[in-house]
């Protein structure tokens, strides 16, 4: 009896110190922050629970035009990363040979930098006076009063450059896992490169891709660092209001809501999206 209740016992025992990281790291903050998105009052005379649901409307009625844009944006370097993720992806799986492991180090390489520095690198690059600008102003190929900076396309960029890897390496992982006697089967077929392609190779990495955009989207849509560093007032997303509401304005209620309002738009997104691919195919890019 004692055997059999340890047996049964074992796997919730080797899941527990999860369970507690997630408790304590995941849930416990989103129950504090539901919790303060209700609660009305200032940083010095205190925070209290009124149920204060117009917080919701409240940041929606004001802060709409910044998420429209961040999910603008996110949705804009996605897709870029996409066009640019899947060709690299392919080629290294298919042609990179006993090097697979050199080129994705080199994708990976920009991550020994920190996030914030390789942004400002960008700004030093896209700048007025940076050594791209410079150079074709004083080429006379754009005009002297042409800049980048404090735009749509520096914000876009710097979101398709920070988070092109987890585009890259599910896509990666998908075209890696291809058995090669699929490829051949389809070349026995008489079906050319781009028929394989586009019928066996692309239907095969749908999870990678499903995996990539979720590692992709989500974060670009809530990122404030390269809006920061290199867009302007008009290029503020969500995640700059949600920074200035906390940590400027000590704004706890209204910025807690935000966060939620932006959370929930990104669930439903997500799982949406997931159930257009299909719930199997969504379980294969977690599997992956």
């Known amino acids: ?24 790291f995941f849930v416990l903050p989103l129950v504090v922050m539901a919790a303060l998105s209700l609660e009305t009052g200032n940083l010095i005379d205190g925070f209290t629970m009124t149920w204060h649901w117009a917080n919701y409307s409240d940041v929606l009625s004001s802060y709409h035009t910044q998420l429209v844009r961040s999910l603008v944006y996110g949705g804009l370097a996605t897709l870029v990363s996409i066009v640019l993720a899947y060709p690299m992806a392919y080629w290294i799986a298919f042609y990179g040979g006993r090097n697979k492991s050199t080129y994705l180090f080199l994708v990976l390489l920009p991550f020994f930098v920190t996030f914030v520095l390789r942004t400002v690198a960008w700004q030093f690059l896209l700048g007025d ?4 600008l410079s150079w074709l102003k ?18 876009v960029a710097g979101l398709v450059y920070n988070y092109l890897p987890f585009m890259l390496l599910p896509i990666y992982v998908s075209l890696e896992r291809i058995d090669g006697s699929l490829l051949e089967a389809a070349g026995d077929l008489y079906a050319n490169r781009t028929q394989t392609l586009l019928r066996v190779v692309l239907p095969l990495t749908i999870p990678g891709i499903f995996a990539g955009v979720l590692l992709t989207f989500v974060p670009a849509a809530s990122d404030y660092v390269n809006a920061s560093i290199l867009g302007g007032t008009g290029q503020t997303m969500i995640g700059n209001i949600i920074q200035t509401l906390y940590l400027t304005n000590s704004d706890y209620p209204r910025a807690s809501a935000l966060s939620i309002v932006l959370m929930a738009i990104l669930v439903i997104g997500i799982f949406a999206y997931a159930r257009a691919l299909g719930t199997r195919d969504v379980l294969d890019a977690a599997a992956a």
């Open 129 to 132: 006076q940076g050594l791209v």
């Open 138 to 155: 004083n080429a006379g190929i754009v005009g002297q009063d042409f800049h980048v900076l404090a735009t749509a396309f520096a914000v």
């Open 1 to 24: 009896m004692i055997a059999r209740l340890r047996a049964s016992a074992g796997p919730y025992v080797s899941i527990l110190p999860g369970g507690l990281w997630l408790a304590i």
